[in-house]
């Protein structure tokens, strides 16, 4: 059994689910004393999906109080359950003894038929009901009816008068599939969708159907403003990913940047556009913001030395310092070879302890032994040191992977020839 709940909540729970009626006068619902309990046994059942039992206990309840609303429930268990011929039965019973209109009895043997695809009668009982009540879902019912029957502009004549009640974007959403895939109408779905867009907003429902449009006709633009406008109403991460994704395929990485501002949907891409752009200025705020955000040392790293990088005045020793301080503090917990060969060659180059340089930059080749740029940072400390045979030797392996051509490597190399021709003298 199910968790008894305030009998008063029950009512409120399952009398919603059915659609209320005019009624031409008072209904006179009589006293029933086990009518707490009988309601426990339907919902019990019901929630239990035993929905022949739940019927039974409802008649019940309504042979005893005549209250329609045990009876439409009644009636919906055994639609639930395709108990179709009974419903039909039933409800046509009920209906052809009553002058009074019921919607609701209408609404049902319309299901049941539909159940059957006797689309027919179904369509002859639907347009009765509608010219009864001029409510949506009921022009929805019968929208329903001509697309089983696969009676698209019949469909949409009517999902449009459905649609022009309240302006419900599900049905919009029904209308614009219906024009898009049965009709093949795909400006005029997309047209409907953008006009609602900009009266009533871009809904989750609207501007995903837009999106899937959009890219099914490979309409770039199209994607990357629907796209835009969802984010801006709700920060997905997965709509961030695709205008990211976007951006990137159009190469339009100006743009990307700016969106990744003003929302940090991805700091580390936005880190590694600075990167490439060499605003180092931006990339050392931005990786001290994420290290003081995640505590990872790797952005502490990554922060000083873009801060160096970004430095107008590269001997200043005040900068030259900090740099040196907090390299060492990171590479006391993180062994990245990038931080021990940058620190190493800043010491170097510099003449900030040589030697202790030399320590370093061996250290990072223990992690990559055949980079070229940690090899030619330690030939660059032999140099220093007056090694410059063992200087000469190294720089002939960086020669064979990298080249001449970069400027740095061609300094060195001119620099450690003088000495050997000196040291040769």
């Known amino acids: 059994m199910v968790k008894w709940v305030p009998i008063l909540l029950l009512l409120l729970l399952f009398f919603g689910c059915v ?76 209906l052809e003894k009553t002058s009074t209109p019921l919607p609701q009895l209408m609404r049902f043997k319309v299901a049941a038929l539909m159940k059957q695809d006797r689309l027919d009668e179904a369509k002859k009982i639907a347009l009765q009901l509608l010219d009864i009540t001029k409510e949506e879902g009921d022009y929805l019912l019968v929208s329903k009816i001509y697309q089983k029957e696969e009676h698209y502009n019949m469909a949409i004549k009517y999902l449009e008068s459905a649609y022009a009640i309240a302006y419900n974007e599900k049905v919009l959403d029904t209308l614009a599939v219906t024009l898009y895939v049965n009709l093949d109408r795909k400006e005029d779905a997309i047209s409907y969708l953008e006009t609602h867009n900009r009266l009533h907003g871009c809904s989750q429902i609207v501007c995903s159907r837009l999106a899937g449009f959009y890219s099914n006709q490979n309409n770039i633009e199209g994607m990357l403003s629907i796209y835009l406008r969802m984010y801006e109403n709700k920060k997905d991460p997965r709509v961030a990913e695709a205008i990211i994704n976007i951006y990137r395929y ?54 000083v030395i873009f801060e160096y990088e970004a430095s107008a005045d590269k001997e200043n020793p005040a900068v030259l310092r900090n740099v040196m301080r907090t390299l060492k503090e990171v590479v006391l917990q993180n062994e990245d070879p990038l931080f021990l060969n940058y620190l190493g060659y800043l010491m170097i180059d510099h003449d900030l302890g040589v030697e202790e340089g030399i320590a370093y930059v061996k250290r990072a080749l223990k992690v990559e032994p055949e980079s070229s740029f940690y090899l030619d940072s330690l030939a660059w400390g032999y140099y220093k040191l007056g090694r410059c045979r063992q200087a000469h030797d190294l720089m002939q392996q960086v020669i064979a992977t990298l080249g001449k051509d970069d400027e740095e490597v061609q300094e060195h190399i001119n620099a450690i020839e003088r000495c050997l021709e000196e040291q040769s003298r």
């Open 19 to 94: 659609r209320h009626e005019p009624q031409p006068q008072i209904q006179a619902i009589q006293p029933f004393a086990q009518e707490d309990e009988y309601i426990m046994y339907a919902l019990d059942a019901e929630v239990n999906q035993h929905y022949v039992d739940a019927s039974r206990y409802y008649d019940t309840l309504y042979e005893h109080t005549h209250n329609k609303e045990y009876l439409y429930r009644s009636i919906m268990m055994l639609l639930d359950s395709d108990h179709n011929d009974e419903v039909i039965a039933r409800t046509t019973q009920i």
């Open 250 to 303: 159009k190469q339009e990485f100006p743009q990307l940047i700016m969106f990744l501002e003003k929302y940090h949907a991805n700091d580390k891409m936005l880190l590694q556009l600075y990167v490439n752009a060499q605003n180092y200025k931006k990339a050392a705020q931005l990786a001290k913001k994420i290290y003081d955000r995640s505590g990872e040392s790797t952005f502490l790293g990554q922060s």
